[in-house]
């Protein structure tokens, strides 16, 4: 054999032996009959020996031409195996996206966005882990996962970052707090009152923290939780007000319940983060698109009007 087979070849070799002629094959394949003729023609050649008989117009195989049928046949199935993996792939239909966030944020938009995702996405599974944020740089960093969702700013390198919302902290308080009825609150407002704050040594409590102290007031801190919607249920039973991310409270905002601006201003602003080792997995990138969609989607601007926006 001076030349490796075509696919194409074999394709026709194996409609014709499957149809019983080559008119029949010509047309399953979308060919003329004379171009097939040549295409069987040129693969006994290649091959070095007969599939057919000739017998006036008829075709009939030869022994070797039904020994070779049998491994044409394995191989083409094998092929189109691997053909429906890769349109499976490039479509979307298949693979593993390995994600981290922080709970609050898991537990008040991501799950949105998942759907999103899994309906445009529906063979794709998904991971979503809440390390803490030191782990959650580290494994997307060693790209031991595709990507996640962290808190600007960030202090490690080997990061990439695309934001991709922006929001205000807020105050969460029951709608029969006497403070309720302001429109926004202040450090001076919050003198004495008891708060509900995010747990020690996070970003945002040490940013609230420094405003209170601009102000010359000190916080107090009446119940310490780790989520946001923790918070947002002891606010609700009128334990406090709780300081909080606008765009993550918004999901635990019901009646009887109310979220107020906060002054002075004090800015979140999430991303998501890929490795800067290598560009971002087609998943990952397929992710942050409907991530984008969602966010230009909502009306952010309903809990706090000034900055809760996508960008």
Same mark, same amino acid.
């Given at each position: 054999m001076k030349n490796d087979i075509s696919v194409k070849a074999l394709r026709g070799f194996h409609a014709i032996l499957e149809t019983g002629s080559v008119t029949a094959a010509a047309s399953i394949l979308g060919m003329t009959q004379p171009a097939l003729s040549r295409l069987l023609a040129q693969l006994e050649a290649t091959i070095g020996f007969e599939l057919f008989y000739r017998d006036h117009g008829r075709l009939a195989p030869t022994q070797d031409g039904l020994l070779m049928f049998e491994e044409v046949d394995r191989s083409l199935n094998t092929l189109e195996r691997v053909n429906s993996v890769v349109r499976d792939i490039c479509e979307y239909r298949c693979g593993h996206l390995k994600l981290v966030a922080p709970p609050s944020f898991a537990e008040a938009v991501l799950a949105d966005i998942v759907a999103a995702f899994s309906?445009?996405?529906?063979?794709?599974? +998904?991971?979503v882990a809440s390390p803490g944020t030191d782990a959650a740089m580290s494994m997307i960093a060693t790209r031991a996962v595709d990507g996640g969702f962290l808190? +600007?700013?960030l202090d490690r390198p080997g990061l990439h970052t695309e934001r991709v919302v922006t929001s205000d902290t807020v105050c969460v308080l029951a709608a029969r707090h006497p403070l309720a009825s302001r429109a926004a609150l202040t450090p001076a407002l919050l003198r004495g009152q008891p708060l509900i704050m995010l747990g020690q040594g996070t970003a945002s409590r040490a940013c609230i923290e420094a405003a209170f102290a601009g102000e010359g007031v000190r916080p107090l801190a009446q119940i310490? *939780?780790?989520?946001? *919607? *923790?918070s947002c249920a002891f606010a609700a039973r009128g334990l406090g007000v709780a300081l909080v991310n606008g765009l993550l409270a918004r999901a635990y905002l019901r009646p009887g319940l109310v979220a107020r601006a906060f002054h002075p201003q004090l800015v979140n602003e999430y991303a998501f983060v890929t490795s800067a080792l290598s560009a971002p997995t087609r998943l990952a990138a397929a992710f942050l698109q409907h991530t984008r969609q969602y966010f230009d989607s909502q009306d952010l601007a309903a809990v706090a009007p000034e900055r809760l926006v996508p960008v």
């Open positions: 309906s445009a996405c529906p063979g794709v599974r +998904l991971t808190r +600007l700013p310490e *939780a780790h989520t946001v *919607a *923790a």
